[in-house]
């Protein structure tokens, strides 16, 4: 399977665990992206990278939100002292970015499942 | 501010039926709108794109800026098209998503 993978697919913690995801883009594409979705909602944009440069945050990333790519490849997202606001699926999806204003589609991850107990 | 409103979280229609899945999109510049749809045990996926202006698997949306809509249509529904449909606008460098209706078609 070539396509974006993101583990664990599923994490159960206690509140104020600490709990980190990994995402794998498709080998070729530049752009990475975190989402999360709750239970009636739409995915809701977190935050992206091109390549290590983490380009944009949402005001959803709270300061215990953390994420990087170090090598411009693998992304990681880490939650410091969880809370029970904090469980939701987490999606990462990858793009490809060619020229100046033209990007390509942006591919998505089974997801990662958080629970919050 | 930029927002997605798909009014209807549930749509159930007959095997064969018309199907509309409304979506409107409030932005001041001009959108790029997709619809992602996610089938039962699958991942979020790309359905289609309004600048390619194609039909995938029977499905087509038009954009209307004065309506600011971007509804999908298709005109005789199928069983394997029940999942959840997501309708998006992407302003700047990120895709901002509607709450989704669920397609429920009936045999």
């Known amino acids: 399977d070539t396509g974006v993978s993101q583990d664990p697919r599923h994490k159960i913690t206690k509140r104020g665990q600490n709990v980190t995801f990994r995402c794998d883009p498709i080998?070729?594409?530049?752009?990475l992206y975190w989402y999360r979705q709750t239970l009636g909602q739409g995915p809701e944009f977190l935050t992206y990278?091109?390549?290590?440069?983490?380009?944009?945050k949402s005001r959803l990333l709270s300061d215990r939100f953390s994420a990087e790519r170090p090598k411009g490849s693998f992304s990681t997202l880490e939650i410091q002292r969880t809370e029970q606001g904090d469980s939701a699926m987490y999606l990462c999806?990858?793009?490809?970015?060619?020229?100046?204003?033209?990007?390509?589609?942006?591919?998505f991850g089974p997801g990662t499942r958080l629970t919050v107990t | 501010a930029q927002r997605v409103t798909q009014p209807e979280k549930l749509l159930s229609v007959f095997k064969g039926a018309p199907v509309e899945l409304k979506c409107n999109y409030s932005?001041?510049?001009?959108?790029?709108l997709f619809w992602y749809v996610q089938y039962s045990r699958q991942r979020l996926q790309l359905l289609l794109r309004?600048?390619s202006r194609e039909s995938i698997k029977g499905f087509t949306a038009d954009l209307n800026k004065g309506e600011t809509s971007f509804h999908l249509k298709k005109p005789f529904a199928q069983e394997e098209d029940s999942a959840m449909y997501y309708c998006?606008?992407?302003?700047?460098?990120?895709?901002?998503f509607g709450t989704g209706t669920l397609l429920a078609v009936q045999p």
């Open positions: 309004h600048i």
């Open positions: 998006a606008l992407e302003p700047t460098n990120k895709l901002i």
């Open positions: 999806a990858s793009s490809l970015r060619v020229v100046a204003g033209v990007i390509s589609e942006q591919y």
């Open positions: 932005y001041s510049g001009s959108p790029e």
């Open positions: 080998s070729e594409h530049n752009r």
């Open positions: 990278f091109q390549n290590e440069a983490q380009l944009e």
